[in-house]
């Protein structure tokens, strides 16, 4: 396996380098459009900077990696499946379901693999609870109360030529790829809330969405950027889940204990167990170079826009949404 990296906008791609270099798999190349920024990274790691798409594509890579802001999230992956490379989108994977749909069908016809970066479900909390599921029959899931919690991270995060949006966008996923993963529910009909903490905010910071789901499960998931300077940018992934016979509540964030400091101001989370990154890029390479299924597939990634697309669609009409 050897990688290409089309954009470093995403804060995952510096941990997404360190774990395929720690891993021995070659990076070939790397591009963003900001030119300077690339050159920077590179230096920093080691690594051959280009100032184009098509020259990353021309080295022998075989997979890229797609870490640029969401809007290019679309072209870079469809250049990538000409080019007859497989790919590995940071999540959202699109910002629309066309958008999604067209880059899987791309992917097929090009036969290459496309796999999203959803990495909360390969944390150790999330896999212990699959593994549970699959032991003991806990009857039907009949609510989930969820959230993900964290700091507006700030950039192009909130600038939505760039993103897209923000908070709904950023956090929704998370806990809708888990929801798909664990329970594979089927979305019926979404409502949403966004607001601003600050009016001159170019996206909003809280979101608040509710689903019905098909199978008669409902949830309520806080996406809010609404920490306080000093909070980790990841705050949590939390799943409340009522089941028939049960009841939980898993952070798919990993088990932690915090560390306050009231000279520095800050709050650490020391997490006990493997990086969810570590474990996430381990099964990516595991599927590349054994030719498996991907472990996060377009489809996978699709059911994330889905529901978040809904819920916006929702927001701005201040109505439910079938989907």
Known sequence: MKVGILGIAHMHAESYVYELQSANIEITGVYDHHLNNAEKFCRERNLTTYPTVEEVLSTDCDTVLVCSENVFHKELTLSACEAGKHIIV????ALSMTDAAEMIEAAKINQVKLMVAHPVRFSQPVQDLKKIMLEEDYGPVLAINASNHGKNPGGWFIDPLLSGGGALIDHTVHISDLVNYLFQLTPEKISAFIGKSETNLPVEDIGLVNIQFKEKTIMSLDTSWNRPTSYPIWGDAILEVVFEKGYVI?????????IYSDDQQKR?????????????????????????????SGEDGLYT?????AAFESAKKKQAIDV
């Open 90 to 93: 940071e999540k959202p994977m």
């Open 250 to 258: 898993v952070d798919g964030f990993g088990r932690k204990m915090q």
């Open 268 to 296: 650490k989370d020391f997490y006990f167990e493997e990086n969810m990154d570590h474990l996430m890029f381990k099964a990516f390479i595991e599927a590349i170079e054994n030719d498996l299924p991907a472990p996060v």
């Open 305 to 309: 826009v889905l529901i978040t697309q």
